[in-house]
Nanobody, 120 residues
Framework: QVHLVESGGNLVQAGDSLRLSCARS????????MGWYRQAPGKQRELVAS???????KYADSAKGRFTISRDNAKVTVYLQMNSLKPEDTAVYYC??????????????WGQGTQVTVSS
């Protein structure tokens, strides 16, 4: 069983930076993609950034130029560096890992979320 635990969320002012971390515990046969989503009140959950096993990175338009996703070589931890934060970045940020377990089944794992609040 894979568990994801996010950390790093906080209340900050517009223009500040935050670094979110997501630590994975438990084993999985292979990981295909790791990423960050966010959900603001009253809105649907949306992709912020993702990184594939091969290192291909995708950003939401709102994140381009301000956010950077990275991971450690062991693929245990995935990070989201967020710079120049804006009030509209306020949301619960969720870490996700997609992969294949040892029985060959695909799974999408989610963390419990970490709150990011940006004041103007």
């Amino acid at each position: 069983q894979v568990h994801l635990v996010e950390s790093g969320g906080n209340l900050v002012q517009a223009g500040d930076s935050l670094r979110l971390s997501c630590a994975r515990s438990g084993t999985i046969s292979s990981i295909t993609i790791m990423g960050w989503y966010r959900q603001a009140p009253g809105k649907q959950r949306e992709l912020v950034a993702s990184i594939t096993i091969g290192g291909s990175i995708k950003y939401a338009d709102s994140a381009k130029g301000r956010f950077t996703i990275s991971r450690d070589n062991a693929k245990v931890t995935v990070y989201l560096q967020m710079n120049s934060l804006k009030p509209e970045d306020t949301a619960v940020y969720y870490c996700t890992v997609s992969g294949i377990d040892y029985s060959g089944q695909k799974h999408d794992y989610w963390g419990q979320g970490t709150q990011v609040t940006v004041s103007s």
